[in-house]
């Protein structure tokens, strides 16, 4: 016997997952910016190697800022996609909400130690989990997805981050060849971040609604 879906007013919205996924990004975020910490000695005296310390902390911060930003850019769109989140939905989000939750393990880890292959290895890791898990939620909303515009974006955006994912597991390895290498893969992403997917989604979506006139045209 085939199972039945339920009624559409028994079904939960998106409302709740996109809340609880917005609190996660917040906090994650928000753990983050206070482990930076201003050198006292930056006040009254000039100390090259805490420059230094802070410089890389900081710039770390900044590449995972960018990471969950592009995140949680991305998330907030894909929602809107899913209207009636499924169990498998839920499931899909949970595990990118817990990969984007290890996130401030690896930023302080990197920023306290910029040259070690471990820690650039073990920040290229949660990186391309954070992609992989957001492409496996992406993958199960195209499926979900009747609308061919929504389709469309999704497959673009699809392989827009099998380029990331393939960056960051590369810098894996690379980060024991060279940290600076693993440094130049995280580096080379935030710019990439801001290439146009959506653009010729647009397109079709304009095609699509003019196909009704022009087969009712004589």
Same mark, same amino acid.
């Given at each position: 016997?085939a =199972?039945?879906?339920?009624?559409?007013?028994?079904?939960?919205? %998106?409302?709740?997952l996109?809340?609880?996924?917005? %609190?996660?990004?917040?906090?994650?975020?928000?753990? /983050?910016?206070?482990?930076?910490?201003?050198?006292?000695?930056?006040?009254?005296?000039?100390?090259?190697?805490? +420059?230094?310390?802070? %410089?890389?902390?900081? $710039?770390?911060? /900044?590449?995972?800022?960018?990471?969950?930003?592009?995140?949680?850019?991305? @998330?907030?769109?894909?929602t809107?996609?899913?209207? /009636?989140?499924?169990?498998a939905?839920?499931?899909?989000?949970?595990? +990118?909400?817990?990969?984007?939750?290890?996130?401030p393990? !690896?930023?302080?880890?990197?920023g306290?130690?910029?040259?070690?292959?471990?820690a650039?290895?073990?920040? %290229?890791?949660?990186?391309?989990?954070?992609?992989?898990?957001?492409?496996?939620l992406?993958? @199960?909303?195209?499926r979900?997805?009747?609308?061919?515009v @929504?389709?469309?974006?999704h497959?673009?955006?699809l392989? =827009?981050? !099998?380029?990331f994912?393939?960056?960051?597991?590369?810098?894996?390895? +690379? !980060?024991f060849?060279?940290?600076?290498?693993a440094?130049?893969?995280?580096? !080379?992403?935030?710019?990439m971040?801001? $290439?146009?997917?959506?653009?010729?989604a647009?397109?079709l979506?304009?095609? $699509?609604?003019e196909?009704?006139m022009? @087969?009712?045209?004589p």
């Amino acid at each position: 016997m085939a =199972k039945r879906e339920p009624v559409p007013e028994l079904r939960p919205t %998106g409302r709740r997952l996109e809340a609880f996924s917005d %609190g996660v990004f917040a906090i994650v975020i928000t753990i /983050m910016v206070v482990e930076i910490h201003i050198p006292d000695s930056f006040a009254f005296a000039n100390n090259p190697a805490e +420059l230094r310390s802070f %410089g890389a902390k900081f $710039l770390t911060y /900044m590449l995972s800022f960018f990471v969950i930003a592009n995140l949680w850019t991305s @998330h907030h769109y894909l929602t809107f996609t899913v209207q /009636m989140p499924s169990r498998a939905t839920i499931w899909f989000n949970n595990f +990118l909400l817990f990969c984007v939750s290890t996130i401030p393990i !690896a930023t302080p880890f990197l920023g306290e130690f910029p040259t070690s292959p471990r820690a650039a290895a073990a920040y %290229g890791f949660v990186a391309a989990s954070c992609t992989g898990a957001f492409m496996l939620l992406r993958s @199960h909303a195209r499926r979900r997805s009747h609308n061919p515009v @929504h389709r469309d974006i999704h497959g673009r955006i699809l392989r =827009k981050s !099998a380029i990331f994912l393939t960056i960051y597991l590369v810098s894996v390895p +690379l !980060a024991f060849v060279s940290p600076f290498l693993a440094w130049a893969c995280f580096l !080379a992403v935030p710019p990439m971040l801001f $290439l146009p997917t959506v653009r010729a989604a647009s397109r079709l979506s304009q095609s $699509l609604a003019e196909q009704p006139m022009r @087969h009712s045209c004589p």
